[in-house]
């Protein structure tokens, strides 16, 4: 989510914000239940030069949060619809996104694939 001046994180597409991806309505965005509105910015978001273990420890605390978030999935979807290239969203790491976009990728490659040799198939057959 995106750094606010109150250090409360605001996803993209949130009133206020450039983009409009994310929201649910323009009178009840999805992100307004997040429960990381309350926490701070830095829980999510990684410091410059950050050590390795208090970066796990942040990410942990960070996914602690996501964990009791009635909108989870919603911020996960955002997080991998723009893709978010940073930060803890819907309780995954920037590292996690990619790898469950990676998956998608190749699911989505292998349904086309299966699609394609089914449908040469049916011509064949008929």
């Not at 699911?107 to 008929?126: K, P």
Request: net charge positive.
């Amino acid at each position: 989510m995106e750094p606010r001046p109150d250090g409360r994180r605001q996803p993209q597409g949130s009133p206020g914000s450039a983009g409009s991806a994310g929201s649910v309505g323009d009178d009840n965005p999805w992100h307004t239940g997040a429960a990381c509105r309350r926490d701070e910015v830095g829980l999510f978001f990684a410091p410059s030069k950050e050590p390795t273990a208090a970066r796990l420890s942040r990410e942990e605390q960070a996914k602690q949060v996501c964990a009791r978030c009635p909108v989870l999935l919603e911020c996960r979807e955002h997080a991998l619809a723009q893709p978010e290239p940073y930060g803890v969203w819907g309780g995954l790491t920037a590292a996690e996104r990619r790898v469950v976009l990676a998956r998608r990728r190749r699911r989505d490659t292998e349904l086309r694939e299966a699609a394609r040799v089914a449908a040469a198939g049916r011509r064949i057959a008929g």
